[in-house]
């Protein structure tokens, strides 16, 4: 009873597990278009709250300029929307820069763009919290702002709660949010070009007078650096953009198509809100005013003499801070993804590729939030220090992912008719976000710059010594494959079928190699009254492998080939011998399961495994090797059943 009181309290908060074998899984939990630009687009739309203000407030008293930000800001928009969706294209299967810097830059530019790429998502979820707290908390009394921090982190737990239910359930939470966020700006936008349509004319003979002006004194070149500061200290409008191509995974097929309809919404939404940012703050004649966003002076500007303008302007403003709620979900969506592709191949603890009963990355959800929360509390909830901080990383990333990209197609070149079109984008992409890159990074270094290019490096560092652990240990149990892998067996086989009265071994194996063929090795060298051998073995479906029904069923065939070879050697060295398999997420659960109806039915059996032992045992092995084999024989130890774990010595 003690045990499943827990279970049903995690069940009630997380929602039920979820039917492996229902073969519409895919479908039900997959995302259209809509949804899909709902829960990744948001982070890229949401920008637009805080992204044009910073790069009009740049340009001082030249803000005539903004006409040609308006159209600078679109333009980029387009470009590295139209990038990443050849990314999509070319990378199918997701990671988006992690992906495209390993496969075309080399593991060293993959590890450095998935680094940032976590630590961008850790920031959107901490600056879009902290920008939802801040909305919410100029509507309230002075006295409660000393709570502000409290409840940023709430939110925080409640998006991990969320999220560890499931993408699309916390997606279809949020979605009413994102909805009034998109009519109320409509709203807003086209009432402010049309109100102001009679002014458009004096716009541009101002923008004219106050060209030549600036030209006669500053000159082209006073001109153009004023342009290009206000233009890169505006790079926060772009970030969330690449979110599209990294959440792939969950898109509904033809995910191609999906992802790059997906993207389409989002460049033109996010172009259309921004690019009329830039023309509204003039033509209407907003300037910035302290403790209010620009977009809240101008939406009071708008409604203010409306019947219930107060009301209508409130919830426009409104609606950004809670829109920045949803902009934080693309953190929980992508950053585990990102970290799942990157675990896998060995620079995060293989841990963080599982996936929970619900099929969510939950470890990875779980260590988004709470870096996210400490973030948090140490900027304390500083929007303008986290904007700047998680702007850079996102333009590492971008840069290096068009400069993957252009690569590509000066490889293939010779097989692909348009790849003089892809490459010219590609390289305007990259020369566009390096600009951006280079200027955020001199101009607000010490303004917290510095502290994200830190974070970034510590994580590299940090990935770096956990692939050198993980090739070590590869390189332990290369050995044993190549000991024992050919091991030369003679004897007649043994056809003979298993009785359920002798003493049965019950020996839990991965795939066909040396580690298994050891612990078989050991079993039968130690345990002489063994009579049967039954192997047992997950087929655990990770984030690499929950990617469609092809790739389970591949799994699974695979699995089933390594259990028949163990059992087709066990034969030959004079043993009955048979195997049992399930798939699962949870390896120690579906083992205790397959383990107690083994011994259902084979009443005297022993369960076998092995361990990985080293000679000195570190405080982070354990973060590493999920020390599977003692949770699973303290589980069947209190069941009853007899469990030894063989251990195997590897040099590290």
């Known amino acids: 009873m003690s045990d499943e009181k827990p279970k049903k309290i995690r069940r009630k908060l997380f929602g039920a597990p979820r039917p492996l074998k229902d073969v519409s899984i895919f479908h039900k939990m997959s995302l259209i278009p ?53 990314i999509i294209e070319q990378f199918p299967h997701g990671g988006g820069g992690y992906i495209v810097a390993t ?74 949010i994102f909805i009034t966020f998109i009519l109320t700006h409509i709203l807003m936008l086209f009432d402010g070009l049309y109100t102001h349509r009679g002014q458009f004319g004096a716009l541009f003979s101002d923008f004219n007078t106050n060209l030549k002006y600036d030209l006669s004194t500053i000159g082209v070149w006073g001109v153009a650096a004023l342009l290009l500061r206000a233009y890169s200290l505006g790079g926060g409008t772009y970030t969330g953009i690449e979110a599209t191509s990294n959440g792939l995974q969950i898109m509904r097929e033809p995910r191609v198509q999906t992802g790059k309809r997906t993207m389409a919404y989002m460049a033109v939404s996010l172009a259309f809100t921004a690019g009329i940012l830039f023309v509204s703050y003039p033509l209407v004649g907003v300037s910035p005013v302290p403790g209010r966003t620009l977009n809240a002076v101008l939406a009071d500007a708008l409604f203010g003499d409306w019947r219930f303008g107060g009301a209508i302007s409130f919830i426009t403003i409104f609606s950004e801070g809670a829109l920045l709620l949803v902009a934080a979900q693309t953190g929980f969506v992508d ?22 009963e619900r099929l969510s990355m939950q470890n990875g959800i779980i260590l988004m939030g709470v870096s996210a929360i400490a973030i948090l509390f140490y900027t304390e909830g500083s929007v303008s220090s986290l904007v700047i901080m998680y702007s850079i990383n996102v333009f590492i990333t971008f840069s290096l992912s068009q400069l993957g990209m252009s690569r590509l197609f000066i490889r293939n070149r010779g097989k692909d008719r348009k790849w003089l079109q892809h490459l010219s984008v590609h390289i305007v992409g990259f020369v566009l976000c390096a600009t951006i890159l280079v200027i955020i990074s001199f101009e607000k270094f010490l303004e917290g710059g510095w502290l994200t290019l830190l974070i970034t490096s510590l994580v590299v560092a940090g990935c770096y010594t956990i692939k050198s652990h993980y090739r070590k240990v590869e390189m332990g149990t290369a050995q044993l494959d190549e000991m024992l892998l050919n091991l030369p067996v003679f004897g007649p086989v043994n056809t003979e079928p298993l009785n359920q009265r002798d003493m049965t071994a019950v020996i839990l194996v991965s795939a066909y190699n040396g580690f298994g063929i050891h612990t078989l090795l050991s079993t039968v060298s130690n345990f002489h009254q063994i009579k049967n051998i039954i192997f047992v073995s997950i087929a655990v479906i990770d984030s690499g492998s929950f990617k469609g029904a092809q790739e389970m069923e591949a799994l699974q065939t695979s699995v089933n080939d390594s259990l028949q070879k163990y059992a087709a050697l066990a034969r030959r060295l004079g043993f009955p011998a048979d195997y049992r398999m399930e798939a699962g997420t949870d390896v120690v659960e579906s083992a205790e399961k397959l383990c107690k109806d083994v011994v259902k039915e084979f009443p005297r059996s022993i369960v076998f495994t092995g361990q990985l032992t080293f000679r000195l045992e570190k405080f982070y092995h354990r973060l590493l090797h999920n020390e599977t084999a003692f949770a699973i024989q303290r589980r069947l130890q209190w069941s009853g059943i007899t469990t030894v774990i063989l251990p195997i010595r590897v040099r590290v």
Not at 163 to 174: H, M, P, Q
Not at 341 to 353: C, E, G, L, T
């Open 34 to 86: 809509v949804l899909a630009w709902i829960g990744l687009g948001a982070d890229g739309l949401s920008s637009s709250s805080y992204g044009p203000e910073e790069a009009f407030k740049a340009l001082a008293g030249h803000t005539y300029l903004s006409l040609v930000l308006a159209g600078a800001t679109a333009f980029t928009v387009f470009v590295i929307s139209y990038a990443y969706s050849r």
């Open 103 to 176: 496969h075309m830059l080399g593991e060293r530019a993959g590890v450095a763009s998935g680094s940032a790429l976590l630590v961008d998502y850790v920031l959107t979820i901490t600056v879009s919290i902290a920008a939802c707290s801040d909305a919410v908390f100029s509507f309230l009394p002075r006295e409660l702002h000393e709570f502000k921090l409290p409840f940023a982190a709430l939110l925080i737990v409640f998006l991990i709660v969320l999220n560890i239910r499931g993408v699309k359930e916390s997606i279809a939470v949020l979605t009413p």
């Open 335 to 356: 950053g585990p993804r990102v970290m799942a592709n990157m675990a896998v191949d060995s620079w995060f603890p293989h841990r963080f590729s599982a996936l929970s």
